[in-house]
């Protein structure tokens, strides 16, 4: 199967070059705002044509998934729930850290621990480990794909079992993402 190819072996249509190539360019100027912060009529012109340029070299590489899914209501509403639910995690973290700073008499467990994990998609174990480590309390090693584990420096290492330290740490994650992959497989990329 060449680069090009949809995965049900046949080379892509006209139509879903053009979806490709949008869903590519839509993603590549969402980036671009991110990256120059700049909402001026002349940046967003620039961006969008460079995105459409990128978008277009990158669109030989294979299928891609567009931006506007995750307006799907099951996958806009997981997503909603993760991300407050991260963002409270973030915060509660940063208070701990911040009175662990401030009181030097607090214990530090610091070290590394492996948990298991039961992500197996690029995209799954990519947000698991960037939404963790965003989470100050721990920071994303290392991972072992072939036996599903994941290893982490930890401000505090939790005490128990591996299954015990998943919970806490990647499991809350894990279990947030799910509703948003389920169904996945039924999706095509180009759609």
Not at 9 to 17: F, I, K, L, R, T
Not at 135 to 147: A, G, T
Request: proline content about 8%; overall charge positive; glycine content about 10%.
């Amino acid at each position: 199967m060449g680069a090009a190819e949809h995965p049900g072996g046949h080379p892509p249509g006209p139509a879903e070059w053009v979806v490709r190539i949008l869903a590519l360019a839509c993603w590549c100027l969402l980036v671009w705002i991110l990256v120059t912060w700049t909402r001026t009529l002349e940046q967003l012109a620039f961006g969008a044509v460079i995105s459409v340029v990128v978008a277009t070299g990158l669109a030989t590489l294979g299928p891609v998934a567009p931006p506007w899914r995750v307006l799907a209501p099951r996958r806009f509403a997981g997503g909603l729930w993760l991300i407050t639910n991260a963002l409270g995690r973030i915060l509660v973290a940063n208070v701990k850290l911040a009175a662990r700073i401030w009181n030097p008499r607090r214990p530090v467990a610091s070290g590394m621990i492996i948990v298991p994990t039961e992500k197996t998609s690029d995209g799954g174990l990519a947000a698991v480990g960037l939404m963790t480590s965003l989470i100050v309390d721990n920071q994303i090693v290392d991972l072992d794909r072939s036996r599903h584990l994941l290893q982490y420096h930890a401000i505090s290492v939790p005490a128990g079992s591996r299954e015990d330290a998943r919970r806490e740490i990647n499991g809350p994650v894990e279990d947030l993402l799910t509703p948003i992959e389920r169904g996945r497989d039924r999706d095509r990329p180009d759609g």
